[in-house]
């Protein structure tokens, strides 16, 4: 277990690295004067960066809260009124 979580603290590391990367030339493409500037090459990286964006959100989702901070017995609750509600 403990390997597992040394892994996993390795790649955040990483991908909190490639994220800020990712930022800073994100930043320099949303800085351009008008969209027709953005060259096939600059097209093409943007692409490429926003498809490995979204692949690194998807990876982490297992580690990631269902919700924003509900707790188990709040959850319920909703469930059960959402059931009522639709009856």
């Known amino acids: 277990m403990e390997t597992r979580e040394h892994e996993r603290s390795l790649t955040d590391g990483i991908n909190q690295r490639n994220s800020h990367e990712r930022s800073v030339r994100i930043q320099t493409l949303w800085n351009r004067q008008a969209s027709l500037e953005l060259s096939f090459a600059q097209f093409h990286q943007l692409a490429h960066m926003f498809v490995d964006h979204i692949a690194e959100f ?28 639709a009856s």
Not at 61 to 82: C, D, F, H, N
């Open 58 to 85: 998807l990876q982490s989702m297992p580690q990631r809260p269902v919700t924003p901070g509900e707790s188990p017995k709040q959850i319920r609750a909703l469930l059960r009124k959402g059931l009522k509600t």
